[in-house]
């Protein structure tokens, strides 16, 4: 199904924005598309979770203001899942609670990375777990997938309980993956292969 248009002007070029599919999670969740039009709510949510979410994501340092996050959602897109900036935002019960992407596209692997987080507040309600699984479905059913991947901080345990909880195989580890807060952060590797999914579901 084709979706709407619908262009948005910068100082540079026009952006043409074609929305993602919504995908349903259940209990009050979906995930949607982002949209400049979010700036403030997603500004409000970072500035909210500054202190927890600087502990492991790298790019939160780079949303200093509102003109920040305004760029930041400009050069979200979902032209594909191999071909974009594609973002979801994770709406519960009508609010902007966290987000969702795919990283690391690859389409000569067929791989796509999920990244995720979400609002202090909104955590322990499996919020995100649901959110994964809708996202695992979607690639798996709809595109050319293979293998998606999840990474976590070898101590950031709620990441973790996501990969987990959804029965995702440990691959390995990224020694010294990065610098996150003035230390360096070693990640587990998680993947979930198209053929285990099909089994679990019994196709």
Known sequence: MKHPSVIFRSAIRPI???PAPVLAVGDGTTLRSLKPEHTDR???LIE???SYLQ???LWISRIQNHSDCYRFLLHVNYR???DGRWVYGIWHEEQLVGLLDFNEPNARLQQISLGYWLGEEYQGQGIVTGCVSACIDYLFTIHNV???IIKCATDNLRSQAVAQRLNFDWEGLEYQAGEVSGRMVDLNVFVKHKQRWREERGK
């Open 42 to 44: 997603l500004y409000e």
């Open 55 to 57: 502990n492991w994501l």
């Open 48 to 50: 909210e979770n500054r």
């Open 80 to 82: 594909s899942i191999y």
């Open 146 to 148: 293979s293998r998606i």
């Open 16 to 18: 043409i924005f074609r």
